[in-house]
Antibody
Framework: EVQVLESGGGLVQPGGSLRLSCAASEFIFGTYAMSWVRQAPGKGLEWVSAITGTGGSTFYADSVKGRFTISRDNSKKTLFLEMNSLRAEDTAVYHC??????????????WGKGTTVTVSS | EIVMTQSPATLSVSPGERATLSCRASQSVSSNLAWYQQKPGQAPRLLIYGASTRASGTPARFSGSGSGTEFTLTISSLQSEDFAVYYCQHYNNWPPYTFGQGTKLEIK
């Protein structure tokens, strides 16, 4: 079964850092773009970041630009999100999602259950 | 950035009735529009892509329509398992692939 599984969430103080991982299985990982989507408590879905299948292009929401870095290791079938200078408003469940294509014009056809990030002192 | 606006925010419908959810894009996204369903405590699930193509496993009572800036998700006869939150998302050209704010479909 095609699936993705997030890990790395936790409680962190404002200004701190965290690295999320997303392990992929049962698909040719390097062929597909991948994304991070978050959901703050009681709120809707917010697109956060995306990376093309080769890793050659990356994209960020304005709310995280300059603080978050998306990357991937296609040999290990793993997606990452490095989060620095964390703020209370970054508190959310972070979902990893597989794109339907590798470059652009892709929808998200497989989602992980998410990992929870809580930013609080 | 393309802004996606969904209406209504909450829709109350009785089981067996028809539900119509709307999504508007701030500029044309052609047919590059997806709909997702999310139930409490669960990951979102892809329902519709290409504005009108049902994803694998999506029941035939779900249908999508529209192109350009106006889109609709219709559920022809609501079942108990359909009460959830629905999101539209564009995937036109390059990211950011923004989501609408969601429509909560609740039992009347």
């Amino acid at each position: 079964e095609v699936q993705v599984l997030e890990s790395g969430g936790g409680l962190v103080q404002p200004g701190g850092s965290l690295r999320l991982s997303c392990a992929a299985s049962e698909f040719i990982f390097g062929t597909y773009a991948m994304s991070w989507v978050r959901q703050a408590p009681g709120k809707g879905l917010e697109w956060v970041s995306a990376i093309t299948g080769t890793g050659g292009s990356t994209f960020y929401a304005d709310s995280v630009k300059g603080r978050f870095t998306i990357s991937r290791d296609n040999s290990k079938k793993t997606l990452f999100l490095e989060m620095n200078s964390l703020r209370a408003e970054d508190t959310a469940v972070y979902h990893c999602a597989k794109g339907s294509g590798g470059y652009n014009y892709y929808y998200m056809d497989v989602w992980g259950k998410g990992t929870t990030v809580t930013v609080s002192s | 950035e393309i802004v996606m606006t969904q209406s209504p925010a909450t829709l109350s419908v009785s089981p067996g009735e028809r539900a119509t959810l709307s999504c508007r894009a701030s500029q044309s996204v052609s047919s590059n529009l997806a709909w997702y369903q999310q139930k409490p405590g669960q990951a979102p699930r892809l329902l519709i892509y290409g504005a009108s193509t049902r994803a694998s496993g999506t029941p035939a009572r779900f249908s999508g329509s529209g192109s350009g800036t106006e889109f609709t998700l219709t559920i022809s006869s609501l079942q108990s398992e359909d009460f959830a939150v629905y999101y539209c998302q564009h995937y036109n050209n390059w990211p950011p692939y923004t989501f609408g704010q969601g429509t909560k479909l609740e039992i009347k």
